[in-house]
């Protein structure tokens, strides 16, 4: 009898070890092959510049959203348009591109694949039209809901290596004075996003802002995201500038703006440009990548790939297929003519904060006050995830309500579902949402959200970890061995 126990208990110890040391099935095999990401050297940041390993990085790309922000379109999540793009994108030679628009609880594994493939970095929204801070009244739309979405969309993009930066906002503050008001906000959800990859130890992607072509207020919300406190200051700083229009760099004014942000301590780079009056032979790239501007400037991203209404495309996108139109081979010519510089491009090495802008006519903001705290029921995120994303199906957040008084509580965990205000709440307008591409020669936001609320709630149950038991299951068995030898 014990022969017989003891033959059963070594083999249930040999069951365990191959339960612990399993080839993968052919299935499962190919299903971790089809998930495999390709790697690109992550983009950091040193100084005023950004840098790929141990060489300056300079973003020399396109802003990329098919079907503009009224199509609510996620071109990374389509596989077979995303592998025709990136073809296109190969023969421009751009290293970069953006998206506005991202479906949180989409799989965008084949085409950040391709792109990493072709040496294509990928700048993320991180917002989009129904999850977007109101720019005139944006108190209510900082809420939980809106920022499970942002963070989301963090966890979805945060694992490719070619996900070079995320945008906090576009647009948010343009050139209308009270909204100003909002910068608070959008600065308050930049040290979220940062605090979010931090805890959850993501790799710490760069998190900044792209401003409007807004002259008024530009340079004081420039040091207004990079004043204070190191955990509240953005990592760079973007902005929309269609002033070439086919002149110079003196004739359009680029080399006042290269004085006013030397000795600006973070990178800064063009979020778009290519004004198309006169037309259009992009000598903005000549420019950028000449050393009159790549001490202070770190490249920019061309305005824009796809044909729509604004008239600003580089290509029509047929139902057969891709037509480019004159601009392409414009475009592509101009960065071929002037690739990115060798050595450092005269950067500055240490990074340093601005001071504050003070409250004056045209910048309604107090610099000096304290940020709006996280909301008390997104604490839980930041501990337990922010689950599956709501997708560009969700709805919405703008007009969700915490029921809080907005004070921070670490640990406190979201309910079920936020609610949402009462219907008379007036659905936010087109000029105020801090998402969508926008108007470029204005600089206005064109997306439309809608007022409602957001039943996404966390996800935090994961596979569970066969280990533990197979070691538990061997010690017992080996015990009861023991005992039978003993």
């Known amino acids: 009898m014990r022969s017989i126990i003891l033959a059963s208990a070594l083999a249930c110890v040999a069951g365990?070890?191959?339960?612990?040391?399993?080839?993968?099935?052919?299935?499962?095999?190919?299903?971790?092959?089809?998930?495999?990401?390709?790697?690109?050297?992550?983009?950091?940041?040193?100084?005023?510049a950004f840098w790929q390993g141990d060489k300056r990085f300079y973003v020399r790309g396109i802003d990329y959203q098919p079907g503009g922000s009224s199509g609510m379109i996620d071109p990374l999540a389509d596989e077979t348009s995303c592998k025709r793009d990136v073809a296109e994108f190969v023969k421009l030679g751009v290293n970069t591109i953006r998206v506005y628009m991202t479906d949180n609880s989409a799989n965008h594994d084949a085409c950040m694949?391709?792109?990493?493939?072709?040496?294509?970095?990928?700048?993320?929204?991180?917002?989009?039209p129904l999850y977007s801070i109101n720019r005139d009244n944006p108190k209510p739309s900082y809420n939980s809901a809106y920022l499970q979405s942002v963070f989301s969309t963090l966890d979805e993009f945060v694992k490719y290596d070619n996900t070079m930066a995320f945008f906090s906002g576009n647009e948010v503050v343009n050139d209308a004075i009270s909204s100003t008001l909002a910068a608070p906000y959008v600065k308050a959800l930049t040290r979220d996003m940062r605090k979010y990859l931090s805890e959850r130890g993501y790799r710490q992607v760069p998190v900044g802002y792209s401003a409007a072509d807004a002259s008024s207020n530009r340079i004081q919300l420039a040091h207004y995201m990079n004043c204070g406190?190191?955990?509240?200051?953005?990592d760079f700083f973007a902005f929309n500038d269609y002033s070439w229009c086919n002149t110079d760099f003196q004739q359009s004014g680029w080399d006042k703006k290269v004085q006013q942000f030397t000795g600006y301590g973070i990178p800064i780079f063009l979020s778009e440009y290519?004004?198309?009056?006169?037309?259009?032979?992009?000598?903005?790239v000549q420019a950028l990548m000449s050393n009159a501007m790549t001490g202070v400037y770190s490249g920019g991203l061309m305005y824009e790939y796809a044909m729509e209404a604004n008239g600003f495309g580089i290509v029509n996108i047929t139902p057969t297929g891709v037509q480019e139109l004159p601009d392409f081979a414009k475009y592509a010519k101009a960065l071929a003519a002037?690739?990115?510089?060798t050595g450092d491009g005269g950067y500055t090495s240490k990074s340093n904060p601005s001071t504050c802008p003070p409250k004056d006519a045209s910048w309604l903001v107090d610099g000096t006050a304290p940020l709006p705290a996280m909301p008390q029921r997104a604490q839980f995120y930041l501990a337990n995830g922010a689950g599956t994303g709501p997708g560009l199906k969700g709805v919405g957040s703008q007009n969700a309500v915490d029921g809080t008084d907005g004070t921070?509580?670490?640990?406190?965990?979201?309910?079920?579902?936020?609610?949402?205000?009462?219907?008379?709440?007036?659905?936010?307008?087109?000029?105020?949402?801090?998402?969508?591409?926008?108007?470029?020669?204005?600089?206005?936001?064109t997306a439309e959200p809608t007022s409602s609320n957001n039943a996404a709630g966390p996800s935090v149950r994961g596979p569970v970890d066969a280990a533990p038991f197979v070691v538990t299951g061997i010690f017992m068995a080996f015990s009861l061995v023991g005992t039978l030898l003993f």
């Open 338 to 341: 002037y690739p990115a510089p």
């Open 408 to 445: 921070s509580t670490t640990g406190s965990a979201p309910s079920a579902a936020a609610t949402t205000s009462s219907s008379s709440n007036a659905t936010a307008t087109s000029t105020s949402t801090s998402t969508s591409t926008s108007t470029p020669t204005t600089g206005t936001a």
């Open 16 to 48: 365990l070890l191959t339960t612990a040391t399993a080839t993968p099935t052919p299935a499962h095999r190919k299903h971790l092959q089809a998930h495999k990401r390709a790697s690109l050297t992550p983009i950091t940041i040193k100084g005023n």
């Open 229 to 234: 406190a190191d955990d509240e200051r953005s």
């Open 274 to 284: 290519g004004c198309k009056t006169n037309g259009r032979d992009f000598g903005e």
């Open 113 to 128: 694949n391709a792109l990493a493939d072709a040496g294509i970095y990928v700048i993320i929204d991180a917002n989009n």
